[in-house]
């Protein structure tokens, strides 16, 4: 069933929205300041990619203030805008009954948008 979602997912708008992350990525990469940021969207991209069937959890071993640090930045610079964005997107899908399964990765990537650093993707278990 994920594979089927992943399908799906990449033909409404999932691929668009993944390369705009691995592209916002690549033009945070080139600056030095920005490479952390830029690490960060990737890992957001690569979930935009294929929700289905992953989920994002908190690390174990927390970089300690220096994420939370680099949360608060990345809130303020682009965190806020990405999650609002997901979240409207999310209510668009639901007003189809079809499209709810996307508003919950819409809303999965909202969370994840909004304080990238200190969580990774996992596989969920079946």
Do not use: D
């Amino acid at each position: 069933m994920n594979t089927i979602g992943n399908i799906l997912w990449l033909i409404f708008g999932g691929l668009l929205i993944a390369g705009a992350y691995f592209l916002s990525g690549v033009v945070l990469l080139i600056t030095v300041i920005g490479i952390p940021f830029g690490l960060q969207l990737f890992k957001i991209g690569s979930f935009a990619l294929l929700p289905f069937g992953y989920k994002a959890v908190p690390r174990e071993k927390q970089s300690g203030c220096l994420s939370v640090l680099f949360n608060i930045l990345w809130l303020f610079t682009g965190g806020l805008s990405l999650a609002v964005a997901h979240a409207v997107l999310a209510l668009f899908f639901t007003i189809t009954i079809i499209g709810i399964p996307f508003a919950s990765q819409h809303l999965k990537l909202a969370g994840l948008a909004l304080t990238p650093f200190g969580y990774k993707i996992i596989e969920k278990e079946a």
